[in-house]
């Protein structure tokens, strides 16, 4: 008899219980991963975009007992599940951004844009491989037995599956989503997310609700070259783009920023960004 | 969005390529003759290490800066990426821009040079700072400064701290090399009448004090249950002895070495004395959560496989409450029948019939009743083999039927 279980509260901030996952990430960075600080002792952690990313994710709450596991699979982890991602900004401090947050973005016109050997324009255009649309969340771990105690799924209608599964239209748009997928791909495609991190079940839908609306359609990745002018050094990873170029259907599609290629001394910036809204 | 500074001047075209190494006396590398950089004080400047021209061509010093965060591969983090500048190696040099700076951080600037072959600090826009990952002199001409950004800064295993015998001389052996655990929000869940935990984990440090850990950390002030899990029955079940439990650093729980603990299983099988008139009703209740009813002069007998496994239970009953068992019954309304009561609660111990005292009258209605009941034989747990709960109704009555629990307690051996 190695272990006990009790019904416990976990970590504080100034006796504050930490829950809200953007806020776990923030504790996890500065208490346990020990980030670097500038010389002014202050830690390289942009506040501004955590103080968003927590706000925006209000009622996304993670509950969970770490037990070594890397910084990186953890934090991976929380930004999946809060549909986030975490990049360094120029001036190396962390920043979360959250993924919804069509708020801001920058439109790229057509001289944006380098011309290739050809004169024509530097950019190409793939669909992305991935898609699913039989999405279950399980949540609720058990300690002891390592088993989740508790599910969640969106699946397509049975209408559209034409099988005997037992299932109804829950979740409205959601599934919705997951009758387009499987009904303009022709194949089931499942996705299971065994998640250790949520016990409850509102942030369970939460999460499985972002996980539908970002995994179910193939998604349009975009590469495109362009000179370093004011516009384009302020991109940073992260970064929404709208691309006002004609003939090529992109114009009500909104793209995050995922690689940037610098040849400063060329003055060349190579951008890649996916879409990010269906 | 990158912050670009008010006073950047900037027209599309940056005109200087700079790098601060942040040391004691910060290093400064241009490549374009520069006077000073006002602004910064206490300053290496080098003008002339960077090898922009070779042999009547551009050399490339700077590698390509790629930044990228593989969201296509379910990665949300910025991945590892390292860049790389190469200088010209000179007199002296070596010592200053040597094994010393790693770690340090390289900030790339861009501007525009004023007339006066001047900068101001203020005025470059700070391109990317990152760290020095190292140094090295890849000839007698050149030396290679690396610097990376991403991942690599964060990438550590947490907990920090393993468990190890040093620090705990009574660390069981299977328990040697593992963390003690971080804890974030709230396991407070806890239904035990429809059996449902959410419990947090506590490794064991001590196993002759019988200590264990349940975070490496202060955790939140509130009221603890705490809870063992018994293997055999697949069941949590509740320390209710004496547990001492600190909130410093540590959560630290100290159960009493001889933990009285107390189960609580819901019944759910039926049992064979149920009449024939309630078998439809029973499978709706069980499969739908329904409330069921009982009807005039109906039984309704559950039993549980969980508790009548003799010789897989390694507890015993306890000997200081010896005699007594505890049956929690949830009802909806009851309404009396004749004699003005509305049924019994019955038990079968091995086929054999003990009756109780404890009438179900309409006083009962939408309660959790709590019913202490006599057990008759000595070592009970270890003797029993079949065990049926159960109530039967009264002519006339009707009790709705929510759930049942029974409740032991016993001591850890």
């Not at chain 1, 953890?74 to 990049?87: A, K, M």
Request: net charge negative.
């Amino acid at each position: 008899m190695n272990k006990i279980f009790f019904n416990a509260y976990g970590k504080t901030n100034e006796n504050v219980l930490i829950e809200n996952i953007p806020e776990i990430i923030k504790s996890l960075l500065i208490d346990d991963i020990i980030l670097m600080k500038d010389s002014c002792g202050n830690y390289l952690i942009d506040e501004n975009s955590f103080i968003t990313a927590i706000q925006k994710r209000n009622n996304w709450i993670g509950a969970f007992s770490l037990e070594k596991i890397s910084s990186r699979e953890i934090l991976n982890l929380l930004c999946d599940y809060s549909d986030s991602i975490i990049i360094f900004d120029n001036m190396n401090r962390l920043k979360i951004l959250t993924l919804d947050n069509i708020e801001l973005f920058t439109e790229i016109e057509e001289s944006d844009i380098m011309l290739d050997k050809d004169n024509l324009l530097d950019l190409t255009i793939r669909k992305e491989n991935k898609y699913y649309n039989h999405f279950t969340i399980n949540y609720k771990k058990d300690y002891y037995t390592g088993k989740y105690t508790k599910s969640e799924y969106i699946y397509p209608e049975k209408s559209s599956l034409n099988t005997n599964e037992n299932t109804h239209n829950k979740y409205g748009s959601y599934t919705n989503i997951c009758n387009y997928s499987f009904n303009l791909y022709g194949d089931k495609r499942e996705l299971v997310i065994n998640c250790e991190l949520v016990r409850d079940r509102i942030t369970a839908v939460n999460i499985l609700k972002k996980i539908v609306e970002r995994k179910s359609i193939k998604k349009d990745i975009v590469m495109f070259k362009s000179i370093l002018t004011n516009k384009i050094l302020k991109l940073e990873i992260g970064d929404q783009i709208l691309l006002n170029i004609s003939d090529l259907f992109l114009q009500d599609k909104f793209f995050i920023i995922y690689e940037i290629n610098y040849d400063l001394l060329k003055s060349i910036a190579e951008i890649k960004a996916i879409q990010i809204n269906i | 969005m990158k912050n670009i500074p008010q006073n950047f001047i900037y027209d599309g075209h940056f005109n200087v390529i700079l790098f601060r190494i942040d040391d004691t006396n910060p290093i400064w590398i241009s490549d374009k003759n520069i006077n000073s950089i006002i602004g910064e004080n206490n300053y290496l400047l080098f003008n002339d290490i960077l090898p922009i021209m070779m042999n009547n061509r551009e050399y490339k010093y700077l590698s390509k800066i790629k930044l990228n965060i593989d969201v296509e591969n379910d990665i949300y983090f910025q991945n590892e990426s390292n860049f790389h500048l190469t200088i010209l190696r000179k007199e002296g040099l070596d010592e200053i821009i040597s094994s010393n700076l790693l770690g340090k951080i390289i900030e790339i600037y861009i501007g525009v040079i004023d007339e006066n072959k001047n900068i101001i600090k203020d005025e470059l826009f700070l391109f990317q700072a990152c760290h020095i990952s190292q140094i090295q002199n890849i000839n007698h001409i050149f030396k290679r400064i690396s610097f990376s950004i991403g991942d690599v800064m964060v990438n550590k295993i947490i907990p920090r701290d393993m468990l190890n015998k040093n620090d705990y001389i009574n660390l069981p052996d299977n328990n040697i090399g593992k963390s003690i655990p971080i804890l974030y929000g709230r396991f407070s869940l806890t239904d035990e009448l429809n059996e449902e935990f959410d419990l947090a984990p506590a490794i064991m440090i001590d196993e002759y004090e019988n200590i264990y850990l349940g975070s490496n950390h202060k955790i939140y002030n509130s009221s603890y249950d705490f809870y063992l899990y018994n293997s055999s029955i697949k069941r949590y079940v509740k320390i209710i002895s004496e547990v001492e439990f600190e909130n410093n650093d540590k959560a630290k729980i100290r159960p009493d070495y001889m933990m009285e603990c107390e189960g609580i299983f819901r019944l759910k099988k039926m049992g064979n004395l149920t009449s024939n008139s309630m078998f439809e009703r029973y499978l709706e209740h069980i499969n739908n959560k329904t409330t069921l009813q009982i009807l005039s002069q109906e039984s309704l007998f559950l039993s549980s496989d969980e508790i009548a496994e003799c010789g897989y239970l390694d507890y015993y009953y306890n000997g200081l409450e010896f005699g007594t068992i505890k049956i929690i019954i949830s009802f909806g309304s009851v309404i009396n029948g004749n004699g003005n009561i509305a049924g019994k609660v019955k038990y079968y111990l091995n086929g054999e019939f003990f009756t109780s005292s404890n009438n179900i009258t309409a006083n009962d209605s939408n309660i959790c009743k709590e019913i202490l009941m006599d057990i008759p034989i000595e070592n009970f747990f270890r003797q029993i083999k079949n065990i049926q709960f159960g109530i039967t109704s009264e002519q006339n009555a009707i009790i709705e039927f929510k759930k049942m629990c029974v409740c032991i307690k016993f001591n850890r051996k």
